[in-house]
């Protein structure tokens, strides 16, 4: 029943929390088990109420050892399906034994449950899959041989443009299942090589399913050229994939280009990072985004009086809107960042305190509104409905504001820094031709995999 309401309550916590949340390929997520559901694990607690969100089946998770305490602390963990496991790292010099929790799950899979677990153990915010550890592979071979035939093993991606920040999107893609039997007669002759072997299989399949950027250094060049090339490269996308799914074929050829030029020309790979770097950190001191260099002028300055017109006219709501919402937006972000400074914690910190403050604020706003200006349930219903869209509103003025604030600066520069603003826009174009004729090499000379 704990886990019924909780799993309620975070799905509408997602539905506000993200402003895109995609999925790819839902119809192959079975609803009912024996199933292993193994994920990329880059934000923390986030990632499980993501995918187990998406499975109409209660799951089951597999948790670290340390989450665990009290007797009533065990209970309630255990209402919310979490199987305990031990981990090295968290037990420093102690005799490591899983057999109870190896146990335990291929128990729950016996009894055609849903599994889910992260098969490279920790949670780090990075665009890339980590070392796979064994021990999915060996509790799915080991509920096999114990009598769930059926068993599959369901590969899940997790992409976040932006995991610690509200309101950033998401790109869920699903894989297609792994029959765990196709490895029963391999399992007969060598368990270990084929426990390696299945455990390469998750990898790859997971590895297909993600962003994967080998290094930090080739992900911010990547970051990079998404930003200043990504937009040109649109129409090269399938045109009848969905904008979500377009955006993940466009980053990922961006990523699979930058990693060919590493190993083939990474002396052209230095350069273009030297060029992106500076251009990059000029925009940065002036406070300016590569959008805005592609601007005419007065383009500039016809959308510039247009969002100070709205400014001007939505400050009612946007004040209405700040005044109701202020403190629950800003209580579980100063909770996140008093908890930990580890960033992969923020954003499932503040999901969670925010399913909590936002409700409260709003019934004791709409109950003290009621109280000290009598109003008619009618009014009163009115009063609660405007609460969370006065709240969206007030996110979008304020995005409103701050590319308008950038827009100003632009003009600034226009009449009094003509020249910089030349410059930036020759640096900008400069890049955008080394970016063209690296796109033609590579389609010339990559396989067609590539």
Same mark, same amino acid.
């Given at each position: 029943?704990?886990? +019924?309401?909780?799993?309620?309550? =975070?799905? /509408? ?15 192959? $997520? ?15 607690? $986030? ?18 050892? %340390? ?8 209970? $309630?963990?255990?209402? $919310? ?33 849903? /599994? ?23 509790? &799915? ?11 599959? !093993? ?6 976040? %443009? ?29 368990? #270990? ?16 399913? !993600? ?15 998404? !930003? ?22 466009? %980053? ?18 230095? &350069? @273009? ?9 000029? @925009? ?37 809107? /700040? ?5 629950? =937006? ?37 109950? @003290? ?11 009163? %219903?009115?009063? /609660? +409905? ?31 820094? #003509? ?11 400069? !890049? ?12 010339? #000379? ?5």
């Amino acid at each position: 029943m704990l886990y +019924l309401i909780l799993k309620l309550i =975070y799905k /509408l916590g997602l539905w506000v929390f993200f402003r895109r949340f995609e999925v790819r390929n839902r119809h192959l $997520m079975p609803d009912r088990g024996p199933l292993l559901v193994v994920s990329n694990h880059p934000n923390t607690f $986030m990632d499980p109420i993501v995918t187990a969100s998406l499975l109409r089946q209660p799951v089951y998770f597999i948790a670290k050892s %340390t989450l665990f305490g009290s007797g009533l602390q065990n209970r $309630m963990l255990r209402q $919310m399906h979490l199987i305990p496991i031990h981990r090295r790292e968290d037990n420093p010099g102690q005799a490591i034994s899983n057999e109870e929790a190896f146990a335990a799950s291929s128990v729950a899979l016996q009894q055609h449950k849903t /599994l889910l677990i992260f098969p490279e153990g920790n949670s780090f915010n990075q665009r890339r899959l980590r070392k796979i550890k064994t021990g999915t592979a060996r509790i &799915a071979l080991e509920a096999l041989s114990a009598g769930a035939a059926d068993l599959r !093993i369901l590969p899940v991606g997790l992409n976040y %443009t932006a995991p610690t920040r509200f309101r950033s999107d998401v790109f869920v893609n699903v894989g297609e299942p792994v029959a765990v039997a196709e490895y029963v007669a391999a399992c007969q002759q060598d368990g #270990q090589e084929t426990v390696l072997a299945l455990t390469e299989e998750i990898r790859k399949r997971l590895e297909g399913l !993600i962003i994967h950027t080998p290094t930090d250094e080739e992900d911010e060049l990547a970051r990079q050229v998404e !930003i200043l090339y990504k937009g040109r490269l649109a129409a090269d996308a399938p045109s009848d994939a969905p904008a979500h799914l377009q955006d993940f074929l466009l %980053t990922r050829a961006i990523v699979s280009s930058i990693n060919y030029f590493s190993q083939k020309d990474p002396v052209r790979v230095a &350069a @273009l990072k030297q060029k992106l770097g500076d251009y990059m950190e000029q @925009l940065r001191r002036l406070r300016l985004r590569d959008e805005a260099m592609g601007l005419r002028r007065d383009t500039v300055l016809q959308q510039s009086l247009l969002r100070v017109l709205f400014l001007v006219l939505g400050l009612p709501v946007y004040g209405y809107g /700040l005044l109701h919402n202020y403190l629950p =937006y800003i209580i579980p972000a100063k909770a996140a960042r008093a908890a930990t400074h580890e960033e992969e914690w923020h954003a499932p910190i503040m999901l969670t305190v925010g399913i909590f403050t936002f409700p409260l604020f709003y019934l004791l706003e709409v109950w @003290l509104a009621r109280e000290l200006l009598q109003l008619s349930w009618a009014w009163t %219903t009115l009063h /609660l +409905l405007s609460l969370p869209l006065s709240g969206f509103f007030t996110l979008y003025y304020w995005g409103t504001l701050r590319r308008t604030r950038e827009h100003w600066l632009l003009l600034r520069l226009f009449v009094k820094r #003509q020249d910089l603003v030349s410059s930036l826009r020759r640096q900008r174009q400069e !890049i955008v031709t080394e970016l063209e004729a690296a796109k033609a090499d590579y389609l010339a #000379q990559a396989s067609p995999d590539s």
